[in-house]
């Protein structure tokens, strides 16, 4: 395998250690984070010369998408840790990078901006029915849009992207509003109606009930203080 390193590049090592984790499935988003992030900013240097402030760099570039900032170093970390197990090189230069802060996702479609989506996705569900379903499953159900993502859709002729940014344009939404979000406001509407943590744990198919409570504390405190407010002004009543 060394026999096809001639420049102790990078992108030459990333080339090797891609075709060794190749076979399995669960490593297609680490092979996309090589190529989309990690080979265009690293790619040239030399192995032996990457530095922890190139990570650095290379993470605060990505500042703008921080989850995706967190994985590239992350996937780094666990490339060099390849390369030293296999003798390439001898440090780790991501190994005291930090992650980008977790800020836990706050979304929810006000009523006209849900008015909007649904006016929208009724008049181009001739047009474009697969893609308008797609948007509405996710509204309706929750679901992930990698769930959805699975589905035989490739004999036909789709671009759930380019359908969703120019809805999400229409109806007066941000860039950084993504189709995922479609998801927190269905958690989100849930709980504001007064269904039970546990019950939308399930619904949203998180690991424990501890990750609903953790990605919407700020909504469950929003229930609480109604609650406590309402039954203040029940006592004023007595």
Same mark, same amino acid.
């Given at each position: 395998? *060394?026999?096809?390193?001639?420049?102790?590049?990078?992108?030459?090592?990333? &080339?090797?250690?891609?075709? /060794?984790?190749?076979?399995?499935?669960?490593?297609?988003?680490?092979?996309?984070?090589?190529?989309?992030?990690?080979?265009?900013?690293?790619?040239?240097?030399?192995?032996?010369?990457?530095?922890?402030?190139? !990570?650095?760099?290379?993470?605060?570039?990505?500042?703008?998408?921080?989850?995706?900032?967190?994985? &590239?170093?992350?996937? &780094?970390?666990?490339?060099?840790?390849?390369?030293?197990?296999?003798?390439? =090189?001898?440090?780790?230069?991501?190994?005291?990078?930090?992650?980008?802060?977790?800020?836990?996702?706050?979304?929810?479609?006000?009523?006209?901006?849900? &008015?909007?989506?649904?006016?929208?996705?009724?008049?181009?569900?001739?047009?474009?029915?697969?893609?308008?379903?797609?948007?509405?499953?996710?509204?309706?159900?929750?679901? %992930?849009?990698?769930?959805?993502?699975?589905?035989?859709?490739?004999?036909? %002729? #789709?671009?759930? %992207?380019?359908?969703?940014?120019?809805?999400?344009?229409?109806?007066?939404?941000?860039?950084?509003?993504?189709?995922?979000? =479609?998801?927190?406001?269905?958690? $989100?509407?849930?709980?504001?109606?007064? #269904?039970? !943590?546990?019950?939308?744990?399930?619904?949203?198919?998180?690991?424990?009930? *501890?990750?609903?409570?953790?990605?919407?504390?700020?909504?469950?405190?929003? #229930?609480?203080?109604?609650?406590? /407010?309402? $039954?203040?002004?029940?006592?004023?009543?007595?």
């Amino acid at each position: 395998r *060394k026999s096809e390193i001639k420049a102790g590049t990078f992108a030459e090592y990333s &080339a090797l250690y891609s075709k /060794a984790i190749l076979p399995k499935k669960s490593n297609k988003t680490e092979l996309n984070i090589h190529r989309l992030h990690l080979i265009p900013f690293l790619g040239q240097h030399k192995l032996a010369d990457i530095l922890p402030v190139h !990570i650095e760099t290379l993470r605060n570039s990505l500042a703008h998408i921080p989850t995706t900032g967190t994985k &590239a170093k992350m996937y &780094a970390h666990k490339f060099f840790k390849w390369c030293i197990k296999n003798g390439y =090189m001898q440090t780790n230069p991501a190994t005291d990078i930090a992650d980008f802060p977790k800020n836990k996702r706050q979304f929810y479609l006000t009523d006209t901006q849900f &008015a909007k989506l649904s006016a929208e996705l009724q008049k181009r569900e001739k047009t474009f029915p697969i893609e308008s379903y797609f948007i509405g499953l996710m509204v309706a159900t929750g679901c %992930r849009p990698e769930e959805l993502f699975r589905r035989p859709w490739k004999k036909h %002729r #789709v671009s759930f %992207r380019s359908f969703w940014y120019d809805l999400r344009d229409s109806i007066g939404l941000t860039p950084q509003d993504q189709m995922r979000d =479609m998801r927190h406001h269905y958690a $989100t509407n849930l709980l504001r109606q007064g #269904v039970g !943590i546990e019950t939308v744990s399930k619904l949203m198919n998180h690991t424990s009930i *501890k990750t609903t409570a953790d990605h919407y504390a700020h909504v469950l405190t929003e #229930v609480k203080e109604k609650a406590l /407010a309402k $039954t203040s002004k029940t006592f004023k009543l007595l």
